[in-house]
């Protein structure tokens, strides 16, 4: 909770050390809009900004993006990857086995790692990786397919 007055999305583009383009605006306003989109999704999201856009530069934005920590890259086992603008505060996931759809739960601790390893083994460790699975809320009352 900071006082301090909203940056531009070009603001922290440039504060993050990235080159600002169109291209990179819109790709970050159109994850930051959605709910953990997949490259299709924002592709089409960023080419509804600005125009045509080939989905080879929407992976090597996404790229910029993640490795700048302005975007995190979630990747569920088995299922392709989504991107989300909720960066930073080590909120974990809940994905559904079936359709795929995944939903934002805060940490309970708050900061990573938010499980202590029984044995670390001499490493540093910075974070747990926790991803909770299950059947979402249509998918265990709806249709049996
Ligand atoms: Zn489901
Ligand atoms: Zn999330």
Redesign the pocket.
Known sequence: MTASPTPTTAEELRGAGLRVTAARVALLETVRAG??LGVESIASGVRHRVGHISLQAVYEALHALTAAGLV?R?EPAGHPA?Y?G?VGDN???IVCRSCGA???VDCAVGDAPCLAASDDRGFAIDEAEVVYWGTCPDCSTGRSS
Request: proline residues 0%; neutral net charge; aromatic residues 0%.
């Open positions: 709910d953990h995190r979630i989504r989300e909720r909120h974990h996931h995944v939903v934002d």
